[in-house]
């Protein structure tokens, strides 16, 4: 991985360019689409709402769940999204019409994650229930066409590649399914896994744990190859990813402040309060400098250079 000689600590977003406001209540993630015009939030208001984050307008609002919404992830052609959450389901929508094409049930309990991959064709859900499913968006069966169900406590995130499913667990495991020929790696991280997700270049995977640090491990060989500390993490889900030239980490705080450090001697690079509460949401944009932060304050922010 290339390290911090690429971007200077000007470039990276600090500054705020717009509030999007809408939510009741405690935001719980934001993430951009694929492009990066658009990004969609969830959260307890048990909504759904899309918005145009660069001109700070709401587009869309998406309801139908019973129970506060946790996760939510859109179609690389951006025509469907898929959410989960506190009623147990995954929900399959239209986003042009805004109607719910399909309801995944299986799940024991809370459904903390999801994601497409990378045809649209199959949800990947991650649950309290210890468990990661798999669900066919283009058949009319509303079961699961795989679970994994190896964790030994509540699955928090999960990040998927072409041909494996990566999750992390509060049981303090990363693991990496290959579903081309069934088998199971597993990484011992020694604390609960709250957030993973994948550098760019596809060579790590990092976690946020919930003794507030951020550790990143090779992918390949399971290698710890950093730490990373200063921000409080302990009783939150809360994301964490890579700045788009994965030169940087950034992750949010309990405090309400984000955090920049740098991938290489894990220093931290810049800090700043962002929110007035705990930083439940980080989502780096595809291209350009450019952040979305959500909080439990009931905000999503933009942050540019």
Known sequence: MSGGGGLGVEELPRKEMNVLKGHEGAVLAARFNVDGNYCLSCGKDRTIRLWNPRRGIHIKTYKSHAREVRDVHCTPDNSKLCSCGGDRQIFYWDVSTGRVIRKFRGHDSEVNAVKFNEYASVVVSAGYDRSVRAWDCRSHSTEPIQIVDTFLDSVMSVCLTKSEIIAGSVDGTVRTFDIRIGREISDELGQPVNCISLSNDGNCILASCLDSTLRLLDRSTGE?????????CKSYK????????DAHITGGSE?????????VDASVVSSFRAHTSVVTSVSYHPKDSCMITASVDGTIRVWGT
């Open 224 to 232: 710890l190859l950093q730490e990373y500390k200063g921000h409080t």
């Open 255 to 263: 405090d309400g402040f984000i955090y920049y450090w740098d991938l």
């Open 238 to 245: 809360m994301d964490c990813c890579l700045t788009n030239s």
